[in-house]
Structure formats: C-alpha cells, structure tokens
C-alpha cells in the first residue's frame, strides 16, 4: 500500500503541474489580441516574412485534428491506433501553437484588421484551447474507461476547426466564394440574390471593387483603414485620407494606384493578383471624373449595351511562323506585340505605350502582316489619325480598340464595319462628333463605347440652354 501511495503522489503532483501550465498557455492565448493589437498599420519585414507561413503551417494541424477522431474510433478495434491517436493529439497541439503564432505575425507584420481578421484570429486561439484540454482530458477517459468529457471536447474541437477554417478561407477567397456561381434559382431559394440597384456605381463599379479590392477592403480584413465594400464606407476612405476626390481622378488615390506599373510597389491590387481590365479602368475614370454618384444611371459619354448578347469570340488562326519576329519587338523598346496566353488562337495584343509619341498611321501600317491575329490594340496617346481606319479594318478578329486622346476625328469610323468581333471602343479625348459616331450603330458587336471628352458627349441637363419660346406660345 505504501509503494503505491508513493507512485500515486507524483502523478497528482504531474499532472497539476500539467493543468498549471495549461492554464498559463490558455490564459496567454487568451490576453494575445490585447498584447498585440492590429492597428492597420504595417510593421516590421521579417513580421510579415514569417507570418506568410501560417498559410503553409495551417495545413498540418487541420489535417492531423480531423485524423484524430478516426483514429480513437479506430483504436476501439486496434488498440495500436489508440496509442498513435495520443501522439497525433500531441503534435496538432503543437502545430496548432506554431500556426497561430503565425497568424498574428501575418496579420500584425502586414497591417490587417478587419471583423474577419479577428474573427479567424478568435478562432485560432479558441481551437487551440480546445485542442489543450483534449490533450488534458484523454488520459483520463482511457485510464478510468469513463467519462465523457473527452468525446466532447473532440466535437467542440470539430467544429471549431470548421468555422476557424471558414473564416480564414473567406479572407483568401472572398467570402462569396462558394456562393459566387450558385444557380440563380437557389440563390433566390436561399435569399442570397439581391434585385441590383439601376445606378452606374451598383451596375459596374461596385462589381469591379467587390470583385478586386474587397478581399483586402472589406468586411473581412481592411488595410489601411480602408473598406471598399459599400460606397458609404468607399468615401469615407481610411487611414491616410479619402481615397476618391469626386470629379478628378487624377487627384484620387485609388486610381493612381490602379494605373501604376504592376511592378511597382504601391500598385493595386496588389499580392500579385491580376491588373484591372483597360474597360474597367475606363468605368472607373468615367465615373469619378463625373462626380462618383451613388444614383446615377447614366455616364456622359460612356455607351454600354447591356440588353446585348455576348459576342462570339473566333479563335485567331497559327501565327507560329511569325514568333522569331514577335519576340524581337518584345525585347525592342518600340511598339510590341504580346501574347494573350501561351495558346495562338487566343491571339495578340498591339501595345505601344514605349512609342506613344512617334507611333502614326505610318508606323501602325507595318503591322499589317500580324492583322489577323490582334485581338487589342492599344493606340491611346499615339499620333494615329482618321488615315488609320485603313489598317485597321483589316484586324479582323479585334475586339477591343483604345483610341483616346488620338487626332482621330471620327471621319473614318464607317470602315470599322466589318470587324464583327469588335466589343470596346474608347474614344475618350478626340474630336468626334454626334454624326460620326452615329456610324457606330452598324457594328452589332459593339458593347461599350466611350466618347467622354469628346464633341460627340451629350451636354448635362443643367448646361443645356433653354430653347426660345414660339412666339404664339402661351
């Protein structure tokens, strides 16, 4: 009785020194989000270095906490899984620790907030917790072959894993993710579907921003003080400032960010996600210049045919045997050809941004032999005039032409006719006028056409001059 006793005192005294530590750790946990508070500001590099492991060390405690309840199921059958099961809990504790110590480097380092940032932060340290008293309970539940604490403490543990796991992927992937291509009829099932609003801004802007700029802005997590989820929230801007000054967006932060080099530092959106679309760019210029309303439904000189189908987009033919000449212009500091994929038949896109100030009607012409496989060329700023059109009617498969602030006047704009693939035009900054664009009602592919800047725009109601009364009218 006596040896017994004594092997009996070590154990109680191990195992409350095992439950003081664990209140210590869970107590830590606990009080991080006060020790270290995301304030939206960036921090230290080597923060955010290690902090982009967590992505990466997340993987291994989730797999290893939904292993464990298979393996105790299991180990009722084979007493060898049982003991495997102790030391899976045991390293997902760990991992678990490693993983959330990540997490609040990421999101401290790289100056996230957010409710989903906090959300999946919380979360984080509640499984962690759990996980804790798992480890502290299991003994028990094996040594007295009862209890059913341990049980469930493995199904709070589940479930805190998935709403920690949810959590984390709507912050990655939006938090429309799995609802984005739901059947229209079951989002109206699940009252999911909103009846859009007729404004510009519900119609085009906000899907560009929900789309773009509302994973890192939004409800979820929101650098810089900003959120861009809402156009209340998009006005009133963030931490330095607001970002759109209505009426110029040449003054707004937010458009000069999305028209930086890719490259460059403050570009967005940023993380290496892709540019906006030049149409897209467009809209947002458009609709700022024009005083970023809310309400409005219609832009000045942006035309966009919504009732229209989608055009049917032909493949280009095989311009293989054209590829040592392709790749001479994209080393050139010229005009350059890029490709729109590794695919041919996904065509080419004409860029001459590096010969704005000496690319002409001449220069365009010597692309003549590549006409057929352009799919969008990039004149805007270039010294092209209506002599132009003569080459161009023979991109056959254009579907997006940028001819803002050219010498264009719109005189050669019935040549564009039989280009059947041709969906954007961006007049903006020309000189066309109503009667020449008018011409532009026989290209039925025709989607958007921009003419802001341009003689052809329509003058806002309240500039328009009263028109004089007929003498024998009241």
């Known amino acids: 009785m006596a040896e017994r006793a004594l092997r009996i005192l070590p154990q109680k005294k191990s195992t409350r020194i095992a439950w003081a530590a664990s209140l210590g750790l869970s107590l830590l946990l606990l009080s991080l989000p006060w020790l270290v508070r995301l304030d939206g500001h960036p921090h230290a590099d080597w923060q955010q270095f290690l902090g982009r492991f967590h992505p990466l060390a997340v993987h291994l405690p989730n797999g290893l906490l939904v292993l464990l309840p298979l393996l105790e199921v299991a180990g009722s059958m084979r007493p060898a899984l049982r003991e495997a099961a ?48 798992c480890l502290l309970a299991r003994p028990h539940r094996y040594a007295q072959g009862a209890g059913y604490a341990y049980p469930v403490l493995l ?82 801007g963030g931490q330095d ?29 940023a993380e290496g996600k892709p540019p906006l679309q030049s149409e897209e760019i467009a809209w947002l210029k458009a609709w700022i210049d024009q005083g970023a309303s809310p309400t409005l439904t219609k832009l000045l000189g942006v035309t966009i045919r919504e009732e229209l189908p989608a055009a049917h987009i032909e493949p280009v033919g095989d311009y293989s045997a054209l590829m040592p000449e392709i790749q001479k212009m994209e080393q050139g500091q010229g005009a350059k050809l890029k490709q729109v994929s590794a ?65 264009v006047t719109g005189a050669g704009l019935p040549r564009l006719a039989s280009l059947s693939q041709l969906s954007y035009l961006n007049l903006s900054g020309t000189q066309v006028t109503a009667a020449s664009a008018a011409s532009l009602n026989a290209i039925k592919s025709l989607r958007q056409v921009y003419l802001y800047n341009t003689p052809a725009q329509p003058a806002p109601a309240a500039s328009r001059a009263p028109q004089p009364k007929e003498k024998n009218a009241p």
Request: glycine share 10%; charged share 15%.
């Open 86 to 133: 102790g030391f899976v809990l045991a390293l997902a504790l760990a991992s678990c620790l490693v993983a959330v110590s990540l997490g609040f480097l990421l999101a401290y380092g790289g100056g996230d907030a957010g409710t989903g940032v906090t959300r999946h932060l919380w979360g984080g340290v509640v499984l962690t917790i759990v996980v804790l008293m």
């Open 155 to 236: 199904a709070c543990m589940l479930i805190a894993l998935v709403w920690t796991a949810d959590q984390g992927g709507s912050l990655t992937h939006g938090s429309n993710y799995l609802t984005q291509y739901m059947p229209a009829g079951m989002k109206r099932v699940l009252a999911l579907g909103a009846v859009p609003s007729a404004s510009f801004y519900a119609r085009h802007i906000h899907p560009i921003l929900d789309a773009n700029c509302a994973n890192c802005h939004g409800d979820g997590q929101a650098k810089g003080g900003l959120r861009m989820d809402s156009y209340e929230l998009l006005m009133k």
């Open 241 to 269: 400032g607001p970002v759109i000054v209505a009426g110029s967006s040449s003054k707004s932060i937010l458009f000069q960010r999305i028209t930086l080099p890719p490259d460059h530092k403050q570009f967005m959106p």
């Open 343 to 407: 695919n041919p038949s996904d065509g080419m896109i004409l860029f001459t941004v590096d010969a704005a100030s000496t690319f002409g009607d001449a220069q365009l012409a010597q692309f003549q032999k590549f006409a057929p496989y352009i799919v969008e060329a990039e004149l805007g700023r270039t010294a092209v005039t209506d002599a132009s059109f003569d080459t161009l009617k023979q991109f056959t498969h254009l579907r997006a032409l940028h001819l803002e602030e050219t010498k």
